[in-house]
């Protein structure tokens, strides 16, 4: 393996992130205004996605429930990617398409918020995600790249879109990884105060 392989997905990766620090810095300061302001109502947020995505939904409700870098109270966060049982009779019942709006159905209230992480912007089943969550009057906060797809035909104006400037799926995901830092940082900053 070349070192110069490597390197160069160093510098792929911060020339991603210094360029979202451009862009993404203002939709993720409302992200965290409005989440934090869904959690201090007694709200949750619901998070959702597809393989990567589906991980990273976890690893933000992972981060919400246990603590990121400061103790805290748990707050109320849930990944719709991690039931098993949930996720494979919806998909074998009704379709793939619909297993994380049926839970957004289920479990979703108003105020609530979703997280709703897709690369592309064109998974079926988050779009429907999306759409679940505007009949159950909840915001979205959708996590894209490639330009947005068909997300950004599905949001309303009163949801937030951090598109990553960028069309490979391994930069988006490493920008999408560093927003739910910030996402969980800035919540923090709000509920404990600056450190």
């Known amino acids: 393996m070349s070192v110069e392989r490597i390197q160069q997905h160093f510098r792929d990766s911060a020339a991603v992130k ?13 992200a965290i205004d409005t989440m934090f302001g869904a959690l201090a109502n007694g709200n949750r947020i619901l998070a959702c996605g597809n393989g990567g995505s589906a991980a990273d939904a976890q690893h933000f409700a992972a981060e919400l429930i246990g603590r990121f870098e400061r103790e805290r109270p748990g707050l109320p966060a849930i990944a719709l990617s991690t039931d098993t049982s949930v996720l494979t009779a919806i998909a074998n019942d009704y379709s793939f398409e619909q297993i994380f709006s049926k839970q957004v159905w289920a479990l979703g209230q108003p105020g609530d918020v979703l997280l709703a992480i897709t690369t592309s912007g064109n998974s079926a089943n988050v779009l429907a995600a999306i ?3 505007h009949e159950r009057e909840m915001i979205v906060i959708a996590l894209t790249g490639k330009g947005g797809g068909r997300t950004q035909e599905v949001l309303s104006n009163t ?6 400037p960028s069309d490979r799926t391994a930069r988006i995901q490493e920008v999408h990884l560093l927003t739910i830092h910030c996402l969980c940082d800035g919540i923090d900053a709000m509920l404990l105060g600056e450190d």
């Open 18 to 30: 210094l360029e979202a620090l451009e862009t993404l810095s203002m939709p993720i300061a409302a």
């Open 131 to 133: 759409e679940a969550a």
């Open 159 to 164: 949801d937030i879109h951090v598109c990553v």
